[in-house]
């Protein structure tokens, strides 16, 4: 974005509006001639997949908006009209229902590629921010968006998720009353979560906004975790990875359309088939699955905490679940200082590797119990001692936590990493030798 | 090694979506059967005969308590029937519309563009006339249920004699397939209860099967379509990806 040197362009309408506004200069510098390790494997497809899905969800959701009514009277037909009768409209519906789903597999995995190589280390601290913030706004917008087709789990996920907020001592009720326009779900909330479902998608492209120029400045990190250090270790952005991400986002694809076209409702629940009706609570309320991690981690509390010997209780078992999901997320902010080891690639750190494999494990198990009912008996341990889906969710849940607040520290002292090549080309060459 | 550990992982994370909704179906405790339904798997499409003694089934059972609401009669014409079928079809119903220029609420006989009128005049009317329960609409419950059609087909096919643990009440049934095992529609299907033109065996199964190959049509006009596109869309995304690769690999292959 800076007026730096500028070489003329030879057409005279590129030129003529270059030496205005320089985007085609600043398109040439960030997406031609970027330089750009040239060591990057297929976890590197996943930046540009996430930013293709985050399109899809904007153009496929301004049309449904065109066709949706926000109206707890009229929301659910409106829905079923879209189906129905609107030209393409279950084309459009189910494309922004899956696409949901699968933005999220593409962030899981570009989120777990930065992990495991360490993308998130100096200087890439703020770009790693960035990509939680992104998350965080991932997470407000799908939660509003599913509460729109005012189905029985959008009615009662919004019900459940909304009454996390009474949690909090004296002034959660209010907030949760401030949030959902009244004393329970109703109208309001519907037409408040349509306005924020709308908007938010625009606040997560400034974001990446944000995200992507921070990439632009420190420049992408790659699978040995070491920084470029001449011209033999880069290659330019185009046609090298354009056309290797053309490739994966394709790949990525072809998996969406299984989904959109085959099994269109395989990740939702059939509840949302049925009008919302608060006189009748689901026998069993779940989210959507990429919140089940998360939901396992919220049910795992069990407990009140108090002061030992009185009957003063701090906090709530529902405060504390609260508290450590929310935490689960504010955890990842501070990623960057909670693993200071100086080499980034679990490559070369075996012991890293395999705590951050384990934790990958935490999460789908946690994801596994978060959807089923709590408190399901699994095996005796003794006579009378059951283990339940509950302790799994506790173990689950200790595990994410000491993953981040106790061995990512103590690891970064104490770990010795392997032998690593001085470059990216002997890393390369090294590959190949073998 | 690593390859194949990080292969490993991705592929664990790609599928966990699949693992996650392969829940348990909330039914009565039996496995729902897997019925032979020509629109099942990715090639399959609606059976139109089975399509048509489907609808003479809803409508003349199942349309006594259950509204079809989403339903119109243009929609028909996806079951084989041409315009002139369908008005006679629309034709048999009568409409509420209204008001006239006097301000009247009036019948009129029904017109291809309206939807299947409901039994009943509301919920509550609905609930009255059946023992305090409310005969769902019809036209999303094979999406509602997990299950779909399967599930339709068991609690059409699963009334049986309750065992001795448990207790049914005056007005209740058991059935195999139902949530709780216990459900107040009395048995709707029975052999011979509808008269089928075609030959097909008047048997429950029969019934059953129509009617769910019916209910699952009502749900998802759109299968047949989505299908089609979805191989070309398919198609043309392996095409490319190939394409794509292609020329990925002839722009690598100086790079070393």
């Known amino acids: ?434 | 090694m690593k390859k194949t550990l990080l292969t490993a992982v991705s592929v664990l994370v790609l599928s966990s979506p699949l693992a996650i909704t392969a829940q348990a179906s909330e039914g009565g405790g039996h496995p729902l059967p897997d019925v032979d339904l020509t629109f099942k798997g990715p090639f399959g499409t609606y059976d139109k005969a089975s399509l048509q003694r489907g609808l003479l089934v809803y409508r003349q059972v199942c349309a006594n308590c259950h509204s079809l609401k989403r339903v119109a009669f243009r929609n028909l014409s996806a079951l084989g029937y041409n315009e002139d079928q369908i008005k006679a079809i629309s034709s048999e119903y009568t409409v509420q519309d209204g008001p006239n220029d006097d301000g009247e609420m009036f019948d009129r006989e029904g017109r291809p563009s309206d939807r299947f009128p409901s039994p009943f005049a509301n919920d509550k009317a609905a609930m009255a006339a059946n023992g305090g329960a409310l005969p769902p609409d019809l036209s999303l419950i094979t999406k509602a249920r997990s299950g779909g059609a399967d599930y339709v087909f068991g609690v059409l096919t699963g009334y049986a004699k309750a065992p001795a643990d448990v207790t049914i009440l005056d007005g209740q049934f058991y059935n195999t397939h139902m949530t709780g095992n216990v459900i107040k529609m009395p048995p709707p299907l029975s052999a011979g209860a509808v008269d089928y033109e075609d030959g097909s065996p008047k048997s429950v199964e029969q019934y059953a099967k129509d009617v769910s190959t019916f209910l699952a049509w009502a749900a998802e006009p759109e299968m047949e379509q989505r299908k089609q596109m979805g191989f070309k869309v398919i198609i043309f995304l392996l095409a490319f990806a190939g394409l794509m690769y292609g020329v990925k690999r002839q722009i690598w292959s100086k790079v070393h």
Request: aromatic letters at 16%; hydrophobic letters at 50%; glycine letters at 6%.
């Open chain 1, 1 to 434: 974005m800076s007026a730096g040197p500028r070489t003329p362009f030879e057409n005279k309408f590129v030129e003529w509006i270059d030496s205005r506004l320089p985007l085609f200069t600043m398109m040439q510098k960030e997406y031609g001639v970027f330089p750009t390790p040239k060591n990057f494997n297929y976890f590197w497809n996943f930046g540009a997949i996430a930013m293709v899905m985050l399109v899809t969800m904007l153009l496929t959701g301004i049309m449904l908006a065109m066709n949706y009514t926000a109206n707890s009277g009229m929301a659910f037909d409106s829905v079923e009209r879209i189906m129905r009768d609107v030209n393409y409209g279950w084309l459009l519906r189910y494309m922004h229902m899956n696409g949901a789903s699968f933005f999220f597999i593409a962030v899981y995995i570009h989120m777990f590629r930065g992990m495991y190589y360490g993308s998130y280390k100096a200087p890439r601290e703020l770009l790693w921010m960035f990509g939680v913030l992104i998350f965080l706004l991932m997470m407000a917008t799908a939660f509003m968006g599913y509460v729109l087709p005012w189905g029985q789990m959008s009615y009662w996920g919004a019900t459940v998720i909304t009454n996390f907020f009474t949690a909090f001592p004296w002034i959660g009720e209010p907030i949760q009353q401030w949030l959902i326009g009244g004393f329970s779900v109703d109208n309001p909330t519907l037409n408040r979560f349509f306005a924020l479902h709308y908007l938010l998608p625009f606040v997560i492209v400034a974001v990446v906004a944000l995200h992507v120029w921070a990439l632009h400045v420190t420049g992408s990190n790659n699978p040995a975790g070491i920084e470029p250090k001449s011209k033999d270790d880069t290659l330019p952005f185009h046609p090298y990875y354009t056309m290797k991400d053309s490739f994966g986002v394709t790949v990525f694809l072809v998996l969406y359309a299984i989904y959109v076209f085959f099994m269109p409702n395989a990740l939702g629940h059939p509840d949302n088939y049925t009008l919302a009706n608060p006189m009748v609570t689901p026998p069993h309320i779940v989210p959507e699955w990429y919140f089940l991690p998360f939901y396992a981690i919220l049910r795992a509390v069990t407990i009140d905490i108090g002061i030992p010997f009185t009957e003063i209780t701090l906090i709530t078992a529902k405060l504390g679940g609260v508290l450590l999901m929310f935490g689960s997320i504010i955890v990842m902010f501070f990623l960057p200082w909670l693993d200071s080891h100086p080499v980034r690639s679990a490559k070369y750190r075996p012991k890293f590797r395999v705590a951050l494999l384990l934790f990958v494990v935490a999460v789908l198990v946690l994801g596994k119990v978060g959807g089923m009912p709590a408190d399901v008996p699994l095996f005796h341990i003794t006579e009378d001692m059951i283990f339940t889906t509950t302790h799994v969710a506790q173990i689950g849940t200790a595990y994410y936590f000491i993953f981040f607040l106790v061995i990512l520290p103590i690891l970064s002292r104490t770990e010795k990493a392997l032998p690593m090549p001085s470059s990216i080309h002997e890393a390369v060459l090294g590959k190949s030798a073998h």
